[in-house]
C-alpha cells in the first residue's frame, strides 16, 4: 500500500471519529504497521477571544454581529434568559437544555430561537470550550471556514426559513412546529446538510484552503446528512412541507450533490 493510500485511510478514519459516523473499511490482506496521523496546528488559542476576533475581522459574514468565547455556556444563558423575561421557568429551562443539545459536537453554535425567525437581526455566535482542542480546527483557515457555517446558519435565522417558493417567520414557523406539519429534526438535518455543503463550495474557492482533515470533516458530514435525507424522502415519511423544504436545500448545493455521489 503506497503512502498516499494509507494516510487517506487513516485521515478517513479519524474524519469518522470527529464526524461521529461509522465508516465500514475493508479487511486488510495483510497486517500493516500503524503510522500515527500528525496533525499540524498552527492555530494560536493563547486568547481564545482575541484568535475568534481576528476570524470574525477576516471573514466579515454578513448574518454575524459578534463571536463570543463560551466555554461554560454563561454568555449563551444569559441569552436566552434576557430573551424570555417574564416567560416561565419551565419554558427557559427547555430553552436551555435545548440549547445544549442542540450544540452538541458543534464547536461554534448560533442560538436558534424559533419565535425569532425571520426579525431581520444579526446573530450572535458562541464559541465551546471543545473548539480549542478540536482535531477539526488546525488553522486560521479551518477556523474561517467553520464561522461560515455558522454564517449560513444565522442568514436562516435572521431572514426566515426557505421553502421554495416563499420563506416562514416567527410565529407561523411556531405553530407549523406544533401542528407537527414540520419537525425540528428535520429542519435541523437538512440545515446541517446546507451548511455543510456549502463549506465544501467555499472551500473550493477561496485562496487560503482549510486543511485537508477539516474539508475531509466537513465532507463525511455533508455525506451522511443528505444520505439520511435522500432516504427520507425516498421513504414517504416526510411531511409535504419538508420535502419542499429538503428539496430547496437540494436544489442549491446541486453540483455538490453530484461529488458527494461519486463518494460512494
Ligand atoms: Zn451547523
Known amino acids: 500500500m503506497n503512502t ?3 494516510w487517506l485511510i487513516g485521515t478517513l478514519v479519524a474524519g ?3 464526524a461521529g459516523s461509522i465508516i465500514p473499511t475493508k479487511q486488510k490482506e495483510e497486517p500493516q504497521k500503524r503510522e500515527p496521523i500528525v496533525i499540524e496546528k498552527t492555530i494560536n488559542f493563547e486568547n481564545p477571544q482575541r484568535t475568534l476576533n481576528e476570524s470574525l475581522e477576516r471573514l466579515k459574514p ?3 454581529s ?3 468565547y463560551d466555554p461554560d455556556f454563561t454568555h449563551s444563558d444569559n441569552y436566552i434568559k434576557n430573551r424570555f423575561v417574564g416567560h416561565s421557568r ?3 429551562e427547555g430553552y436551555l437544555d435545548q440549547a445544549r443539545i442542540g450544540t452538541e459536537g458543534h464547536v ?3 442560538t436558534g430561537i424559533f419565535d425569532d425567525t425571520g426579525n431581520n437581526k444579526k446573530r450572535t455566535v458562541f464559541a465551546r470550550k471543545s473548539l480549542l482542542n478540536s482535531q477539526g480546527i488546525n488553522c486560521e483557515a479551518d477556523l474561517d471556514s467553520a464561522l461560515y457555517h455558522e454564517n449560513i446558519h444565522a442568514g436562516e435565522e435572521r431572514y426566515g426559513y426557505d421553502f421554495g417558493e416563499r420563506i416562514i417567520k416567527g410565529e407561523e414557523l411556531v405553530s407549523l412546529f406544533k401542528d407537527k406539519k414540520i419537525r425540528t429534526e428535520l429542519i435541523a438535518l437538512a440545515g446541517e446538510f446546507d451548511a455543510y455543503s456549502s463549506q465544501i463550495e467555499r472551500a473550493g474557492k477561496v485562496e487560503i484552503k482549510p486543511s485537508a482533515i ?3 470533516n466537513a465532507t463525511l458530514n455533508a ?3 443528505y444520505s439520511i435525507l435522500e432516504r427520507s424522502i425516498s421513504k414517504e415519511i416526510l411531511t409535504p412541507l419538508e420535502i419542499r423544504y429538503t428539496e430547496t436545500k437540494m436544489t442549491r448545493h446541486k453540483e455538490t450533490i453530484e461529488t458527494l455521489k461519486r463518494m460512494r
Open 4 to 6: 498516499l493510500k494509507k
Open 16 to 18: 469518522a471519529i470527529i
Open 62 to 64: 454578513e448574518n454575524i
Open 66 to 68: 459578534e463571536i463570543v
Open 90 to 92: 419551565r419554558l427557559i
Open 108 to 110: 461554534l453554535c448560533v
Open 214 to 216: 477539516h474539508i475531509l
Open 223 to 225: 455525506h451522511q446528512t
